[in-house]
């Protein structure tokens, strides 16, 4: 069953993080493009501004997966290295299931602010809904819940270990 979970959790969690890059691509290419069109060629592309927001929002919420496996959100560092092995197992745990309602907040709400969205359009792009952009939040967390089961279940603490 560990296992299973560690092999699901590296397949989403390498995909998540693939996505985080491409879409800080598309941001960083879009960026150059709109200041080419607007201080060099003088046509302003207004599009690009609302393309390169929606790429970040999309980018943060498939970033966050990697960063909750390599134990990089939630941290008490200090208390950390304070306790024994057993204080550890039960940081681990609390972390673990305060991040999991956390992200279970994110999916439930975000899912429910998507279907809001469908009647709304994006200024600039009016055939595009706002269901797209909104549902960063709930597939970030989806994506996040393996990421979070398996660093319960196998920690990493890189950040940790170079603090020292």
Do not use: H
Request: glycine share 6%; net charge neutral; hydrophobic share 60%.
């Amino acid at each position: 069953m560990k296992n299973t979970l560690l092999a699901v959790e590296s397949v989403t969690t390498r995909f998540s993080l693939f996505i985080a890059c491409l879409m800080m691509a598309i941001a960083a290419t879009l960026g150059v493009f709109q200041v080419v069109m607007r201080f060099i060629l003088e046509i302003p592309a207004e599009w690009t501004e609302v393309l390169i927001r929606f790429s970040l929002v999309w980018m943060v919420f498939m970033g966050v997966p990697y960063a909750f496996r390599v134990g990089a959100m939630v941290s008490v560092d200090v208390l950390y290295r304070m306790v024994g092995a057993r204080g550890k197992r039960f940081f681990d745990f609390v972390t673990s299931v305060a991040a999991l309602t956390l992200v279970a907040v994110i999916i439930w709400w975000g899912w429910d602010y998507s279907l809001r969205g469908r009647v709304q359009t994006v200024i600039g792009l009016e055939s595009i809904s706002m269901f797209w952009a909104y549902l960063a939040l709930p597939v970030g967390g989806l994506f996040c819940v393996p990421a979070i089961l398996a660093n319960f279940f196998d920690p990493q603490r890189n950040e940790l270990e170079n603090a020292q």
